[in-house]
């Protein structure tokens, strides 16, 4: 890519490109930067966003990115979510982990049953909704017009700003025949409990609180199962028709966040290499700019920058692709898209390792970003989704015509 070419403004092409909604969220995106970065130290002492960059979020209308354009939304193709997180992800991990988290949860509410969508939007549109995606962390049953749901889930982002919260579970029969199903719940903040517990080295601003439930009822319409996520229409798509709304959820899960690691890679690579056109070696008064180590370090740290963002937008892409013509991705696909997530995200952390390493004692002063972009890539790296190992045992498991054993795919 070339030099201070704007990655995050490679729009999608022909029917994918959202006309002006897509350009003038990246506009509202880049015009957000200088403030975020300001904030960022004051984002991460709070350990959750900041009213006033909550409030910029809401008025930028960038939560709304994928909310169906039925109840003021910009429904926009799912690549959005990887660039406008790699756009704010340049100026603070923590606040795009945030907003790509949030915003999914809009795209997957439009799923469930219309009755569910207008309940949530019909009050406020603008309501954040928080996730807990552990389904063993829960446990349901079948119970009249429902289902009563205990549990408690960790790491739920975002929820102090959240009126609402999606909660996986497994649902339980006292019929074995019945085998257990993996299901997703709604509950109002009334029914859960947050549990301040978000005390980290990385990703400290996204206030990724524990969340606990004692035996709620939640009602039929406010659940949705994960075959029903699989790919195809899906419960909200008789209100929804935009295949966006008919993408397979848990097999493109990566590229949620995925983009938050590619910001934040991006930006410390562009650090790097503005420092290094101007520093002078301390111990022999050379310029680092003259090192071929320095040369070749930016020359691999980019390549691993771009080549993740090639992954992940093609995957976005191709999916968007295949809905449109009404095709509902094999197993093989799916795991390719697990393997490709993590494994992009993966690069994007080796490249920011790459460069604090070369950077030497400057990179461990707090009062610099360095150590923060390095916290935040291994946080963000240490999530499941992030997990090479478990994707790539996944999809060769796949590849040589084994069952998969992911079982949300």
């Not at 930067?33 to 960022?40: D, G, K, M």
């Not at 990724?208 to 195809?232: I, K, W, Y």
């Not at 966040?257 to 890679?265: F, K, P, R, T």
Request: aromatic share 8%; with cysteine; proline share 5%.
């Amino acid at each position: 890519m070339a030099p201070g070419k704007e990655p995050s403004m490679i729009q999608p092409t022909g029917s994918q490109a959202g006309g002006g909604a897509y350009a003038s969220l990246i506009a509202k995106a880049r015009a957000l930067l200088p403030q975020l970065r300001e904030r960022a130290a004051q984002t991460e002492e709070l350990r959750r966003l900041p009213p006033e960059t909550e409030r910029d979020l809401h008025d930028s209308g960038l939560f709304r990115m994928l909310q169906p354009s039925r109840v003021g939304g910009a429904e926009l193709d799912y690549v959005a979510l990887v660039d406008c997180a790699e756009l704010l992800g340049k100026a603070d991990a923590s606040v795009a982990w945030n907003l790509a988290n949030l915003a999914s949860h809009h795209w997957m509410l439009g799923m469930f049953e219309q009755k569910a969508q207008d309940l949530i939007w019909g009050r406020d549109p603008d309501t954040l909704i928080a996730s807990s995606f552990i389904f063993p962390a829960g446990r349901a049953t079948r119970v009249e017009g429902g289902y009563r749901l205990h549990g408690s889930w960790p790491f739920s982002s975002g929820v102090a700003s959240c009126e609402w919260n999606m909660l996986a579970s497994v649902v339980y029969s006292d019929d074995e025949a019945d085998g257990i199903e993996y299901r997703i719940f709604l509950l109002p903040k009334g029914d859960y409990k947050v549990l301040d517990t978000w005390n980290v080295a990385g990703l400290r601003g996204t206030g990724s609180c524990d969340v606990e439930v004692r035996e709620a009822f939640v009602a039929d319409h406010m659940t949705v199962g994960v075959g029903d996520l699989s790919g195809g229409p899906t419960p909200g798509s008789s209100v929804n028709p935009n295949p966006l709304y008919a993408l397979p959820v848990f097999s493109l899960f990566p590229y949620v966040l995925s983009g938050v690691a590619l910001g934040n890679a991006q930006a410390c690579l562009d650090d790097y290499t503005e420092v290094a056109r101007h520093r002078i070696s301390t111990y022999n008064h050379a310029k680092l700019s003259d090192f071929q180590s320095t040369q070749i370090k930016i020359a691999e740290a980019s390549a691993k920058i771009d080549a993740a963002r090639l992954i992940m937008r093609s995957a976005c892409l191709d999916a968007m692709d295949d809905a449109r013509r009404g095709h509902i991705p094999d197993m093989a696909t799916k795991t390719r898209y697990r393997r490709d997530g993590s494994y992009s995200v993966n690069l994007c952390t080796d490249a920011v390792s790459m460069l604090f390493a070369a950077s030497g004692a400057r990179g461990l002063f707090t009062s610099g970003v360095l150590q923060r972009q390095f916290r935040d890539a291994h946080a963000i790296n240490s999530h499941l989704a992030f997990n090479f190992d478990a994707a790539g045992t996944n999809y060769g498991r796949v590849a040589l015509g084994l069952p998969s054993e992911n079982l949300t795919l």
